[in-house]
């Protein structure tokens, strides 16, 4: 029993490892293609086909981890927010779909966290903030009036190696938003590391994506900013008459 339980376990084992080596080959092509993902895209247009989310919400941009934080809207309610992470998107990729992915909603803030994939995919901290840099041009030349939120690194296990310039990375972006009223920072990355410095364990199987309790700590981090900048009517009186807040 025990031997068929250990030969179990092992292709399991077996199977996850070709499955996160299988992603990270696929995603590794997207690098140098901005249009990569264009079926994604795709698929957020025909869902704004059906219904079109109102203006003035707060959209949530980036990459896989965005894409995946399946309590998204629970975890920033009673804000609105839209939730366009897409892929394993780099940088590039987000740029290149401002128009259709962004500015097409009006929002009233843009979140974004992006930027572990294409450091995983070789680029240099100077190619990572040059694009970090062209996407705020992108946004605030046609929305000039948008806040954007950057969320910081995100330091991985699989990709504890890159952390020292994930950290490169966070400054140059902590530097964009100390020069500008409507960029803003949330250093969300130390949170996930453990009281040794190391990678905490707020991810799942792979090493790579958060898991619930990873999800929360951005929440607990993210959240409580956004209300005090975009108060929801009748939010903070709540609050002060000593009301549930959540």
């Known amino acids: 029993m025990l031997k068929k339980f250990l030969l179990a376990a092992s292709g399991l084992l077996g199977v ?4 996160i080596a299988f992603f990270l080959w696929r995603h590794s092509l997207a690098g140098g293609d901005p249009a990569f993902y264009e079926s994604e895209i ?3 247009e025909q869902s704004d086909m059906i219904t079109m989310p109102e203006p003035g919400a707060i959209v949530f941009t980036g990459s896989s981890s965005i894409r995946l934080w399946e309590t998204l809207a629970a975890d920033m309610a009673p804000l609105r927010v839209i939730q366009r992470g897409f892929g394993g998107a780099h940088m590039e990729h987000v740029v ?3 128009p259709r992915i962004v500015t097409a909603y009006s929002p009233r803030a843009v979140v974004v966290f992006v ?6 995919a070789g680029k240099t901290v100077a190619e990572v903030v040059a694009d970090f840099e062209q996407f ?3 946004v605030h030349t046609r929305l000039p009036a948008t806040d954007v ?5 995100k330091p991985s296990p699989l990709r504890w190696d890159k952390w020292a310039e994930m950290q490169q990375v966070d400054a140059a972006l902590e ?3 100390a020069a500008d009223p409507r960029v803003f920072f949330v250093a969300t990355g130390r949170r996930l590391l453990g009281e040794d410095g190391s990678p905490g364990e707020f991810y799942i199987f792979d090493g790579l994506h958060l898991n619930q309790s990873g999800y929360a700590r ?3 981090l993210l959240r409580p900013r956004l209300l005090e900048a975009y108060p929801v009517e009748g939010f903070r009186e709540l609050r002060a008459r000593g009301g549930a807040a959540d």
Request: charged share 10%; glycine share 10%.
């Open 16 to 19: 996850a490892i070709l499955v």
């Open 42 to 44: 795709l698929a957020f």
């Open 96 to 98: 290149y779909n401002v």
């Open 115 to 120: 930027g572990g994939n294409d450091l995983g």
């Open 136 to 138: 705020l041009q992108e």
């Open 149 to 153: 939120w950057f969320l910081s690194m």
């Open 175 to 177: 530097a964009m938003a």
């Open 218 to 220: 951005w929440a607990e």
